[in-house]
């Protein structure tokens, strides 16, 4: 079945620097969707991608869609403490009704 | 306007127990889901359900029955309990397969 992994597991960076995290699935995505879970919350969406190459921006966060749609991005320009949590991506497969496969996630921590 | 709601937030089962987890939503979606998420595992799809009387298996659905009698309520059954069943659960919803899902602020349950 699909499979979506996710790197790095952890990060701690220092407030200022930037962070990114990888995703990758074993097969080709309709699209892709970008949680973040605050420690002790739910997952909140962020944002989904459908397009080969894609690139969305929010305030300070920038997600990709790989050309082949089997890899994608999240990149944190200048973290901020608010940032912290874990980030999961979610794909779906590109074949009639196709659930939601999570990414393993990356957990970052932001110290001041 | 509630969105997505579960009770109970906290259980602590004894080995054999059962119980229900439920779910309601006030949001007219049809998809519902279930997902337990276990440290560096992500989030896992134990049941979903397309529309009102429909249900259908996950990822890891062993150990748990699902209903979905009324649009708005999809349960999650436990009929006895284990261990390896000690996870936070997390219900969520979305319009259809092509959307966001939306989560609930879980459940934590604990199988001793």
């Given at each position: 079945?699909?499979?979506?992994?996710?790197?790095?597991?952890?990060?701690?960076?220092?407030?200022?620097?930037d962070f990114t995290t990888?995703?990758?699935?074993?097969?080709?995505?309709?699209?892709?969707?970008w949680y973040k879970?605050?420690?002790?919350?739910?997952?909140v969406f962020l944002i989904?991608l459908?397009?080969?190459?894609?690139v969305k921006k929010q305030k300070r966060l920038t997600f990709q869609?790989?050309?082949?749609?089997?890899?994608s991005s999240l990149h944190i320009t200048a973290t901020q403490?608010t940032d912290?949590g874990?980030y999961?991506c979610?794909?779906?497969?590109?074949?009639?009704?196709?659930?939601?496969?999570?990414?393993?996630?990356?957990?970052l921590?932001?110290?001041? | 306007?509630?969105?997505?709601?579960?009770?109970?937030?906290?259980?602590?089962?004894?080995?054999?127990?059962?119980?229900?987890?439920?779910?309601?939503?006030?949001?007219?979606?049809?998809?519902?889901?279930?997902?337990?998420?276990?440290?560096?595992?992500?989030?896992?799809?134990?049941?979903?359900?397309?529309?009102?009387?429909?249900?259908?298996?996950?990822?890891?659905?062993?150990?748990?029955?699902?209903?979905?009698?009324?649009?708005?309520?999809?349960?999650?059954?436990?009929?006895?309990?284990?261990?390896?069943?000690?996870?936070?659960?997390?219900?969520?919803?979305?319009?259809?397969?092509?959307?966001?899902?939306?989560?609930?602020?879980?459940?934590?349950?604990?199988?001793?």
């Amino acid at each position: 079945g699909q499979q979506v992994m996710q790197i790095p597991q952890y990060q701690h960076v220092q407030e200022g620097e930037d962070f990114t995290t990888y995703c990758n699935s074993s097969t080709t995505l309709s699209n892709i969707q970008w949680y973040k879970q605050r420690p002790g919350g739910h997952p909140v969406f962020l944002i989904q991608l459908v397009k080969s190459g894609e690139v969305k921006k929010q305030k300070r966060l920038t997600f990709q869609f790989g050309e082949a749609k089997k890899n994608s991005s999240l990149h944190i320009t200048a973290t901020q403490t608010t940032d912290v949590g874990t980030y999961f991506c979610a794909g779906r497969g590109n074949t009639g009704f196709q659930k939601l496969v999570f990414g393993t996630g990356t957990r970052l921590l932001v110290s001041p | 306007n509630a969105g997505v709601t579960q009770t109970p937030k906290f259980r602590v089962l004894k080995t054999g127990q059962s119980m229900t987890l439920l779910c309601a939503q006030d949001m007219n979606h049809e998809y519902m889901y279930w997902y337990r998420q276990d440290p560096g595992m992500g989030l896992r799809l134990i049941h979903y359900s397309v529309g009102e009387g429909t249900t259908a298996k996950g990822e890891v659905p062993d150990g748990y029955n699902v209903s979905r009698l009324k649009k708005q309520n999809f349960l999650l059954g436990l009929e006895s309990a284990a261990p390896s069943q000690t996870s936070v659960y997390f219900c969520a919803t979305d319009r259809d397969f092509s959307y966001e899902q939306y989560f609930g602020p879980g459940t934590r349950l604990t199988v001793t």
